[in-house]
């Protein structure tokens, strides 16, 4: 007689300790520029009062103060005119103290977000978002990558080793998201499909991936029957729900629950691709800074 099994088969991902060793070996090498006489340094725009986007730039600023990286925090109100935002960000740009400036986005809707991102130098873009930073991650020789992606590559690479010939499906093709993320497991030497709203027989397609990476926002939208027994499940998204009684609950893109009967593991929300990505602004930051360094050095 066969019994299924109701209970959970998938590992759960922690991504909060690799978070640790990312940003244990971004500390030790703010240690050795110090010791240069370099201090890594990062700007924080925030623009307007969403609540989500001051807990995130919050949560940077004690990571960068926990890594040893100098912070400046500017934060402004939501009238803040476009053209005072790009004069701030010029400034920025030729401030030889800073390496990273990073802009909270959503921008209030008066904001052209192109504009702003475009603004920023390529060099000191630590999100990775530029147009020269995402055009060099599609060609294989980007500078800076962008955070969230980046984690959770380092988070499949962890759990999977070597992800040459996987079949990975990354859900969403958002700027932010879903194109950098295929495009590092391209470089991976996955084969790589991207789904998105019109996409046809999508439940069909995920179901045949060794690895899934969930970045839709949309709650819990993705249960066991888009996952193949054995992959490996990221989710990217967040999602705050509000429960009959009032209080209000963070739920990722993935439906838990269900997917983890099924899956070899599994990111959870929150404590899976949050502190990665925070992880990984740190890492970039400091690289950012080792290569203004060189740059500095050789002029
Ligand atoms: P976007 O809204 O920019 O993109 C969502 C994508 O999902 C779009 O490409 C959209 O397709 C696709 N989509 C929507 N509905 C479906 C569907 N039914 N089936 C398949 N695809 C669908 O979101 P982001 O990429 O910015 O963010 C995604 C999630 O990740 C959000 O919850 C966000 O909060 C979270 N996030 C988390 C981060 C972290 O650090 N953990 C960092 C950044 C984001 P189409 O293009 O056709 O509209």
Redesign the pocket.
């Known amino acids: 007689m066969t019994t299924l099994t109701t209970q959970p088969v998938a590992r759960a991902i922690d991504g909060r300790a690799s978070a640790e060793k990312v940003l244990l070996q971004a500390q030790q090498q703010v240690e050795q520029l110090k010791k240069q006489g370099i201090q890594p340094a990062l700007a924080v725009i925030l623009v307007g009062e969403d609540p989500a986007s001051q807990v995130y730039v919050r949560n940077k600023l004690r990571a960068a103060e926990k890594t040893g990286i100098k912070s400046l925090a500017l934060r402004f109100n939501a009238q803040l005119t476009q053209q005072e935002l790009l004069a701030t960000i010029d400034k920025l740009n030729r401030d030889e103290q800073i390496n990273g400036i990073l802009v909270q986005l959503p921008l209030p809707a008066h904001i052209d977000e192109r504009a702003v991102v475009k603004a920023i130098s390529p060099l000191k873009d630590v999100d990775g978002f530029h147009p020269e930073n995402a055009g060099g991650l599609l060609q294989g020789h980007s500078v800076i990558t962008p955070?969230?992606p980046l984690?959770c590559l380092l988070l499949l690479q962890q759990e999977l080793g070597d992800l040459s010939g996987k079949h990975a499906v990354v859900?969403?093709?958002?700027?932010?998201?879903?194109k950098p993320m295929a495009s590092l497991l391209l470089q991976a030497h996955c084969s790589v499909t991207t789904?998105?709203?019109?996409?046809r027989d999508?439940v069909t397609l995920s179901r045949q991936a060794d690895i899934v990476i969930?970045?839709?926002?949309?709650p819990q939208?993705i249960d066991a029957s888009w996952i193949k027994p054995g992959a490996v499940v990221i989710d990217?998204?967040?999602?705050r729900l509000t429960l009959a009684d009032g209080s209000t609950r963070l739920v990722?893109?993935i439906d838990y629950e269900s997917v983890s009967l099924v899956a070899a593991a599994i990111t959870p929300?929150p404590g899976?691709?949050?502190p990665?990505?925070?992880a990984c602004l740190m890492q970039n930051t400091v690289s950012a800074a080792l290569s203004h360094a060189k740059t500095a050095a050789r002029t």
Do not use: E, P, W
């Open positions: 955070c969230t984690g859900i969403g093709r958002s700027n932010i998201v879903g789904l998105h709203s019109r996409s999508a969930a970045a839709v926002g949309r939208m990217v998204g967040i999602n990722g893109d929300v899976g691709v949050g990665m990505t925070i």
